[in-house]
């Protein structure tokens, strides 16, 4: 049986494999350094669903979603990342922050993960 590979494939340039590990572990890095952001800022939002539960205020805020969906617009437009994409990943993020601070205003404890 013989083998048919695409035409492409012998005609673009193949990245040397110590280049593309070295890139890789680049990304590596900056992913370890999203999740310890996430962590911390999980943190913080940790202690805004406290503060919010003892105060009475609600666990969402769309003001002040409204106000950080366009600066975080802004943010991406700066930085030439599409803003659908910042816009989808905030998103997830937001919801897991507000389904913690509907747990701690419920129960006075947030979910395990």
Request: aromatic fraction near 2%.
């Amino acid at each position: 049986m013989q083998l048919v590979t695409s035409p492409r494939a012998n005609t673009e340039p193949r990245m040397p494999n110590n280049d593309l590990n070295a890139l890789r572990a680049r990304i590596d890095q900056l992913d370890e350094n999203l999740v310890e952001l996430l962590a911390h800022r999980f943190r913080v939002t940790d202690e805004v669903g406290r503060l919010k539960a003892s105060t009475g205020l609600s666990a969402v805020d769309p003001e002040r979603e409204a106000s950080q969906e366009a600066r975080l617009a802004a943010l991406a437009a700066k930085h030439s990342v599409s803003p659908a994409v910042v816009a989808r990943v905030f998103r997830a993020i937001v919801e897991e922050v507000v389904s913690n601070h509907q747990a701690v205003a419920a129960t006075g404890a947030k979910p395990e993960a």
